[in-house]
C-alpha cells in the first residue's frame, strides 16, 4: 500500500482573507475598471459634443441649476467618513460594528439616491431635446445606476448581517461593498464638475 505524505500544510492558512488576497476583492477591482471605462467614454462624448457647438448647452436651453447637485456631491464625499469607519471594524472581525456601520451606510445610500432624483430635474432639459441633453442625461443616469446596486447591495448586507447567520467570509464581502463605495461616490465629483459646472466654465 502507498503512503502519502503531504507536500504543504495548509492547516495555518487564514479563514477570512482581505484585500488582494481575496478573490472577491478582484472581481470588484475588475467591475470598478469596467465601470470607470464606461464613464470616461460618457465623459469623451460630452466633450466631443461641446467642440461642435457655440453655446453650451445651445440655446434655448438653461444652464443646469446647482443647489441640489452641490449638495448631492457634498453629502457623497462626506460619507466616506462613515464608510471609513465600517471598513475598519470588518477587518477587527466585529459584528456588532459591522452591524451598526452597515445600518447607518444604507441610510446614507438611500438619502444620496433620494438626493439624485433632483439631479435629473435640474438638468432643466429633456433626455431628448438634443445632443447635449442627451449626453448630460446618460453620465447622470450611469453613474445612478452605480449608486442604486449599492442601495440594493448595502440592504442586503444589512439583512443579512443582523438577521442571518454569519460567516467569516461576509466581513470580507462587506469589505469589498466599503472599496466600492469609495469609488462610487468619488467618481461622481468630476462628473458633477463635467455635467453641472463646466457649462458655466468651457
Given at each position: 500500500m502507498k503512503?502519502?505524505?503531504?507536500?504543504?500544510?495548509?492547516?495555518?492558512?487564514?479563514?477570512?482573507?482581505?484585500?488582494?488576497?481575496?478573490?472577491?476583492?478582484?472581481?470588484?477591482?475588475?467591475?470598478?475598471?469596467?465601470?470607470?471605462?464606461?464613464l470616461a467614454?460618457?465623459?469623451?462624448?460630452?466633450?466631443?459634443?461641446?467642440?461642435?457647438?457655440?453655446?453650451?448647452?445651445?440655446?434655448?436651453?438653461?444652464?443646469?441649476?446647482?443647489?441640489?447637485?452641490?449638495?448631492?456631491?457634498?453629502?457623497?464625499?462626506?460619507?466616506?467618513?462613515?464608510?471609513?469607519?465600517?471598513?475598519?471594524?470588518?477587518?477587527?472581525?466585529?459584528?456588532?460594528?459591522?452591524?451598526?456601520?452597515?445600518?447607518?451606510?444604507?441610510?446614507?445610500?438611500?438619502?444620496?439616491?433620494?438626493?439624485?432624483?433632483?439631479?435629473?430635474?435640474?438638468?432643466?432639459?429633456?433626455?431628448?431635446?438634443?445632443?447635449?441633453?442627451?449626453?448630460?442625461?446618460?453620465?447622470?443616469?450611469?453613474?445612478?445606476?452605480?449608486?442604486?446596486?449599492?442601495?440594493?447591495?448595502?440592504?442586503?448586507?444589512?439583512?443579512?448581517?443582523?438577521?442571518?447567520?454569519?460567516?467569516?467570509?461576509?466581513?470580507?464581502?462587506?469589505?469589498?461593498?466599503?472599496?466600492?463605495?469609495?469609488?462610487?461616490?468619488?467618481?461622481?465629483?468630476?462628473?458633477?464638475?463635467?455635467?453641472?459646472?463646466?457649462?458655466r466654465l468651457?
Amino acid at each position: 500500500m502507498k503512503t502519502y505524505h503531504p507536500i504543504v500544510d495548509l492547516a495555518e492558512l487564514p479563514a477570512v482573507t482581505f484585500g488582494r488576497r481575496a478573490t472577491s476583492w478582484w472581481g470588484t477591482v475588475g467591475f470598478m475598471v469596467i465601470e470607470g471605462a464606461t464613464l470616461a467614454v460618457c465623459a469623451v462624448v460630452y466633450l466631443y459634443l461641446r467642440k461642435n457647438y457655440h453655446e453650451w448647452p445651445p440655446a434655448p436651453v438653461p444652464l443646469p441649476d446647482l443647489v441640489m447637485p452641490t449638495i448631492g456631491v457634498i453629502f457623497l464625499v462626506l460619507s466616506n467618513i462613515p464608510n471609513r469607519m465600517l471598513h475598519q471594524k470588518t477587518r477587527q472581525l466585529d459584528r456588532r460594528g459591522v452591524q451598526v456601520g452597515l445600518l447607518v451606510l444604507a441610510i446614507v445610500a438611500s438619502i444620496a439616491a433620494g438626493i439624485r432624483v433632483f439631479d435629473f430635474r435640474d438638468l432643466n432639459v429633456h433626455w431628448d431635446t438634443n445632443a447635449y441633453a442627451s449626453a448630460a442625461w446618460l453620465s447622470v443616469a450611469l453613474h445612478s445606476t452605480l449608486l442604486l446596486l449599492q442601495v440594493v447591495e448595502t440592504w442586503v448586507f444589512v439583512v443579512l448581517l443582523w438577521f442571518g447567520p454569519v460567516e467569516g467570509k461576509h466581513f470580507s464581502d462587506v469589505e469589498d461593498t466599503c472599496v466600492y463605495w469609495y469609488f462610487m461616490s468619488l467618481v461622481w465629483v468630476p462628473i458633477y464638475f463635467l455635467v453641472f459646472l463646466s457649462p458655466r466654465l468651457l
